[in-house]
């Protein structure tokens, strides 16, 4: 029998029950809740008049509709309000843990989550929100879940689950100065396409991913949900076990040693069969760029706007072609010509501690465009930002003209004031440049924190490998 | 949960790939906290030409001539035939909320993301893929011929067209179950209460830090 992955042994170590089909009722150690997707939830809760299963396992948070300035004023558009309302009224309610808006620890989600070490590895974590799957750097089952899951899992601890099939993402080599996770995962995408990982569980191993950071890997399994996989995952080693010691929610003492034992065991083992092997070399990757309308419209720095002429198929050349219009792009047009309106740095997939310091160290001494009107800065959470302040990274980008806010998803989705007008064009560290994402019209370019940065001080892309400061 | 056995309607053609959650539903109607009256904001930013706010009303909104959905031969379409990937990005159950509250009993594609499948299934909303070419010709058909209609058996797993040809497809044998009974997951889950209650109780000895 051959050995297992590390999807299969957080599948096994879940398992309550299983249907004749292979539907699993699956334990859920953790569930992460937010203002946006539990409302009704706990209205169906209320209305069944059932209690939350486990309180314990919750952790909520405002982070989609908070303001990111003046938060002392409150939230001015009454809407938003009342959702943010609803859900510190349903966890005094239920008896659940919040950090409130104004709780120097609120921020993203899954941000927070890794941050205090309420993520584990070998745990199952869901939550209301498709990039669930950041968790996953963790060794952690972490996936998102729709509305009506999210009840489910409050009122019973388990959920529902088919299994998925196991994906092998192995990345080998070094990246080179200036390239990151986040290059690395709009890479995999244009090569496997959005629904390239549809149905699977990816596992990302290798060299490369051995290298990288624990916020490096947040990145890259953040969006294995935009290449279609809802769970992405690394296995444990000794960079996992070093981030999470001391954190305020992982075990201490004895439970500490007993845990980093368990846990050292959230590996795939060496002979362990995947349905689906994707090679790639981390070396061959340049810093990207999305010129579309889809995460998988994507190309290096060094690339041109594509012809939709030559696109494969006739779905997708209409796709493309309906793309560059809505993005106001011509084929042909050198990446490097192409000119920003806006710049967004921050959002779960880029908004760490890491992600401001490189950001941090192209801003440094340079100064915004002035045909930029505004370069922004979202820090993943309050205690990001103050660990920012704390270096002096908050000076270095007020000095350069960014604007420097307080933390949320802001305007990755637009769901509060931060959001883009009709036509303007943003380069964002975000993970989606669907249609309107940012603001009915607006145009999204997804690139990592220093490109980014790059594109706010030049006011058009350019390629942060040539640039100094940036290693 | 509305439970879905046979359906038979008209079938409105949305010929692009990749339809994420966002242009279904977009962001700002995900601030109610309600679980009805999303349909008049479905596919909001295509189907209107002004900018939509909740609360507004649609009906004195302008309508986008181009949209597929305001053309009056797909004025009462419930069955949505679509492209590769539909429902890709946010985990919004919006979406399928959306779409159920505007009429849409079941979604024909060649694929869908993953979580918007299993939203679906929660709300009454049947998925069905069928091969790409399939799809293809389906899309052919319902352009080539005002007032296409397909009929659409769960029990039997069968899309049957105007002429009579009938497709089959795959679904989970338990989706299948749940939802041609409309039945409730709570429910049923809370009749493993035994099995939870003897997992946890191993669960705490084998990993007693995650019941701090």
């Given amino acids: ?471 | 949960m509305q439970a879905f056995t046979r359906h038979e309607g008209l079938v409105a053609p949305l010929d692009r790939a990749n339809v994420d959650t966002d242009a279904i539903i977009p962001k700002q109607f995900l601030k109610s906290i309600q679980r009805t009256g999303f349909g008049p904001y479905l596919f909001d930013e295509w189907r209107y030409l002004d900018r939509g706010e909740p609360g507004m009303d649609c009906s004195r909104r302008p309508l986008n001539p181009d949209f597929v959905l305001n053309q009056p031969r797909y004025r009462g379409a419930s069955i949505l035939l679509a492209r590769e990937n539909f429902g890709c990005g946010s985990s919004r159950e919006h979406a399928p909320w959306a779409l159920a509250d505007y009429g849409f009993r079941a979604l024909i594609a060649p694929s869908f993301a993953d979580i918007f499948y299993n939203n679906c299934f929660k709300n009454g909303l049947l998925p069905i893929v069928l091969p790409a070419a399939t799809v293809d010709r389906l899309f052919r058909e319902v352009y080539a011929q005002e007032g296409y209609r397909l009929s659409i058996d769960l029990q039997a797993q069968t899309v049957t067209t105007p002429e009579g040809e009938v497709l089959t497809f795959d679904v989970d044998p338990e989706r299948k179950h749940r939802l041609l009974h409309g039945l409730d997951d709570i429910g049923l889950t809370l009749q493993h209460v035994e099995a939870i209650r003897a997992y946890e109780q191993r669960r705490r000895q084998e990993a007693p830090w995650l019941f701090a």
């Fill in chain 1, 1 to 471: 029998m051959s050995g297992r992955t590390l999807y299969d042994k957080l599948w096994d170590a879940h398992v309550v029950h299983v249907e004749p089909d292979g539907t699993a009722l699956l334990y859920i150690d953790r569930h992460l809740v937010h203002e946006v997707t539990s409302p009704q939830a706990f209205e169906g809760l209320r209305l069944a008049g059932r209690r939350v299963w486990r309180p314990d396992s919750v952790l909520a948070v405002p982070d989609h509709n908070v303001p990111t300035r003046d938060r002392a004023s409150g939230i001015a558009d009454p809407v938003s309000r009342l959702q943010v309302a609803t859900l510190d009224e349903n966890c005094r309610t239920f008896g659940l843990t919040e950090f409130g808006m104004d709780d120097r620890r609120q921020g993203i989600v899954h941000v927070i989550g890794p941050e205090q070490g309420f993520t584990q590895p070998g745990m199952t974590i869901v939550c209301g929100d498709s990039h669930t799957s950041t968790h996953g750097a963790f060794a952690a089952l972490a996936f998102g879940i729709g509305t009506s899951e999210v009840e489910h899992v409050l009122a019973t601890q388990c959920l529902w689950q088919k299994k998925s099939k196991r994906m092998l993402i192995r990345v080998e080599g070094v990246l080179a100065p200036g390239v990151t996770a986040k290059d690395l995962a709009l890479a995999i995408i244009g090569r496997i396409g959005t629904a390239g990982g549809t149905g699977h569980a990816v596992e990302f191993a290798g060299s490369s991913i051995r290298a990288l950071s624990m916020e490096g890997r947040m990145t890259l399994c953040n969006m294995a949900i935009e290449a279609g996989a809802r769970v992405g995952l690394v296995g444990v080693d000794d960079k996992t076990i070093a981030y999470l010691r001391g954190r305020p929610y992982a075990p201490e003492g004895e439970q500490w040693e007993q845990a980093v034992a368990y846990w050292r065991q959230f590996v795939s083992d060496p002979d362990a069969v995947f349905d689906r092997v994707v090679e790639i070399d981390a070396a061959t990757i340049a810093p990207q760029v999305t010129w579309g309308t889809s995460p998988e419209m994507v190309v290096p720095v060094t690339g041109r706007v594509p012809d939709p002429a030559e696109a494969p198929d006739e779905v997708r050349r209409r796709d493309w072609a309906r793309a560059l219009e809505y993005m106001g792009l011509e084929p042909h047009t050198p990446i490097t010509d192409v000119r920003v309106d806006k710049v967004f740095i921050g959002s779960c997939t880029n908004a760490r501690i890491e992600d401001l310091r490189a950001a941090a160290a192209v801003a440094r001494g340079r100064r915004v465009a002035p045909n930029v009107k505004l370069a922004m800065v979202v820090p993943g959470s309050g205690l990001v930002r103050a660990q920012a302040e704390a270096e002096g990274l908050d000076r270095v980008f007020k000095e350069a003209g960014f604007e420097w806010r307080d933390p949320g998803c802001s305007m990755c989705l637009a769901m509060n004031a931060d959001r883009l007008e009709p036509g303007e064009r943003c380069a964002s560290t975000s993970n989606r440049n669907f249609e309107g994402r940012q603001g009915a019209g607006g145009r999204t370019h997804l690139v990592s924190p220093a490109m980014a940065a790059a594109a706010a001080v030049f006011g058009r892309f350019v390629d942060v490998r040539q640039l100094e400061g940036v290693s």
